[in-house]
């Protein structure tokens, strides 16, 4: 083993074999990280860290048996010691910060670079918490909406509609894309991103906004105030 990097031993969990394959592959580019196990669900991951005490948990948020963040809860519980890692498609604050309340030591969408996807895990090994800078964003602000809050004051009834829907700073910038015209391709060469994620992002934003098409996505968004 070259470097000064202490090795590490990891548990990979995702359901989705190919999606394991490649996070595989890059990983053990490095000579320092080993994936000694894989799982397709948060049940057969517990079992494995139960079994083969690995340094890290990389954990996907969607997952049949156990969902990534009911595998993160239930691991601070059978295994303390072993951190985890979500590494998710979803960047809704929802999932975020219901994975840090599990005990999740990080928090990467799968679009990182190598870079940064090595950086996060040798900086959780160690002890510390890693975010991605759009992760980041949701975690302050949720903190200073909990500070600017009086926690005596009860809670308020939204005065307009566009308060009922709360979307992330991603799904705004793909909401305005989307209705100016742009395909997938488009937005993704727009932001920088994969078609893959801009597809998860536009699937999530119909989702909550309970449309099906284009057409309906525009009409509910200006219902909304969405957009002018």
Not at 50 to 73: A, C, F, H
Not at 123 to 145: M, P, Q
Request: charged share 30%; no cysteine; proline share 4%.
């Amino acid at each position: 083993m070259s470097g000064p990097t202490e090795h590490i031993r990891v548990v990979l969990a995702d359901d989705h074999s190919l999606v394991r394959d490649g996070i595989k592959a890059l990983l053990q580019e490095s000579s320092f990280i080993e994936v000694i196990a894989e799982a397709s669900n948060g049940e057969e991951a517990l079992g494995m860290v139960g079994e083969l005490n690995p340094d890290l948990l990389i954990v996907d948020i969607r997952m049949p048996v156990l969902n990534g963040i009911q595998t993160v809860s239930k691991l601070k519980e059978t295994s303390p010691d072993v951190k985890a890692l979500v590494l998710s498609m979803h960047d809704s604050d929802e999932y975020v910060l219901n994975s840090v309340e599990a005990g999740a030591s990080g928090y990467l969408l799968k679009d990182t670079s190598k870079d940064e996807f090595i950086k996060a895990i040798q900086t959780i090994v160690k002890g510390e918490k890693y975010f991605s800078a759009d992760i980041s964003t949701i975690l302050v602000k949720k903190y200073l909406e909990k500070v600017k809050t009086p926690s005596s004051e009860p809670d308020s009834i939204p005065e307009s509609p566009q308060e009922l829907v709360s979307l992330t700073r991603r799904q705004k910038q793909i909401l305005e894309l989307a209705i100016g015209g742009m395909s997938n391709k488009e937005i993704a060469e727009h932001l920088g991103k994969s078609i893959r994620t801009v597809e998860a992002h536009r699937f999530s934003l119909m989702k909550k906004l309970e449309v099906k098409n284009l057409a309906e996505l525009t009409l509910k968004a200006k219902e909304l105030g969405l957009i002018s």
